[in-house]
């Protein structure tokens, strides 16, 4: 059966005393072995956080990493970093990386790649803006996002990679796809990676969906048969809510 994954991404929120704040409250009211829950907190966040949730089933992931191994590179942080920390994870490819910091395909690619040599998992966000899925050009957008990012990798690689569908005008809008939207967009990015690397590898790969997930929307967006979980960001701040979600499983 695929993972089931709820994970929350805090972005640029929660100082350090915050982010082990909510951590706590978040541990305090959820632990199980069937859905994988993971933290993604502020880079430096991550190593309070992990001790925090050490000794439970709780994760935590970084929300990027830098293209580069070690050196030169004011204000980067590398995978071997990020794996001191604790961490397991890396979201690569969020929306505002792409757009705000003009990550682009190749960039991502060699993320993907860092960080799996590091053993981290890679959370790979891909998602269609407004004016691609009104011109219908939202099912080429995404193929093509994969395609150019994560198909140069082995089949053994690829089996190790979560995918993230978050389609950009879902997020922080408080608009969400619809369930029927997330259903068909996850469907086609399954049937992508089936003709890629065969049909086992598509059917073990958890496809998250990401934009304005609630408590009150998850339930129908998690029975989708495509979708296996969330990446949450504005409601994985408050540890009541963030639960919520992880209970509509
Ligand atoms: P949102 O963000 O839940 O606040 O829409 C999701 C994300 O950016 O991962």
Same mark, same amino acid.
């Given at each position: 059966?695929?993972?089931?994954?709820?994970?929350?991404?805090?972005?640029?929120?929660?100082?350090?005393?915050?982010?082990?704040?909510?951590?706590?409250?978040?541990?305090?009211?959820?632990? #199980? =072995?069937?859905?994988?829950?993971?933290?993604?907190?502020?880079?430096?966040?991550?190593?309070?956080?992990?001790?925090?949730?050490?000794?439970?089933?709780?994760?935590?992931?970084?929300?990027?990493?830098?293209?580069?191994? #070690?050196?030169?590179?004011?204000?980067?942080? #590398?995978?071997?970093?990020?794996?001191?920390?604790?961490?397991?994870?890396?979201?690569?490819? *969020?929306?505002?990386?792409?757009?705000?910091? *003009?990550?682009?395909?190749?960039?991502?690619? =060699?993320?993907? =790649?860092?960080?799996?040599? *590091?053993? /981290?998992?890679?959370?790979?966000?891909?998602?269609?803006? /407004?004016?691609?899925?009104?011109?219908?050009?939202?099912?080429?957008?995404?193929?093509?996002?994969?395609?150019?990012?994560?198909?140069?990798? #082995?089949?053994?690689?690829?089996?190790?990679?979560?995918?993230?569908?978050?389609?950009?005008?879902?997020?922080?809008?408080?608009?969400?796809?619809?369930?029927?939207?997330?259903?068909?967009?996850?469907? *086609?990015?399954?049937?992508?990676?089936?003709?890629?690397? !065969?049909?086992?590898?598509?059917?073990?790969?958890?496809?998250?969906? !990401?934009?304005?997930?609630?408590?009150?929307?998850? =339930?129908?967006?998690?029975?989708?048969?495509?979708?296996?979980?969330?990446?949450?960001?504005?409601?994985?701040?408050?540890?009541?809510?963030?639960?919520?979600?992880?209970?509509?499983?």
């Amino acid at each position: 059966m695929r993972q089931r994954i709820v994970a929350g991404n805090w972005k640029m929120n929660t100082n350090i005393s915050e982010g082990v704040y909510l951590a706590k409250n978040i541990l305090q009211i959820y632990d #199980s =072995k069937d859905i994988k829950v993971i933290l993604a907190p502020p880079f430096v966040s991550i190593n309070e956080v992990s001790k925090t949730i050490e000794g439970s089933l709780i994760s935590t992931a970084a929300q990027n990493c830098s293209t580069e191994e #070690s050196g030169a590179y004011t204000g980067e942080v #590398s995978c071997s970093m990020i794996k001191a920390t604790g961490a397991e994870f890396v979201i690569i490819g *969020h929306s505002e990386r792409r757009a705000y910091y *003009h990550e682009n395909d190749e960039i991502l690619a =060699k993320k993907v =790649k860092l960080t799996l040599k *590091h053993q /981290l998992t890679p959370i790979f966000c891909c998602g269609e803006v /407004l004016a691609d899925r009104e011109m219908n050009n939202h099912f080429t957008v995404v193929s093509e996002q994969i395609k150019n990012a994560l198909f140069d990798l #082995s089949k053994d690689d690829f089996e190790k990679i979560v995918i993230a569908y978050e389609p950009v005008w879902a997020i922080g809008t408080g608009v969400t796809a619809s369930p029927d939207q997330a259903q068909e967009m996850h469907a *086609h990015i399954r049937r992508f990676i089936k003709e890629k690397y !065969g049909e086992d590898t598509g059917e073990k790969t958890s496809i998250l969906y !990401g934009g304005s997930c609630k408590p009150n929307n998850a =339930k129908e967006l998690f029975s989708q048969i495509d979708v296996d979980g969330g990446l949450i960001g504005g409601a994985s701040l408050k540890a009541e809510d963030f639960n919520g979600i992880i209970k509509a499983f």
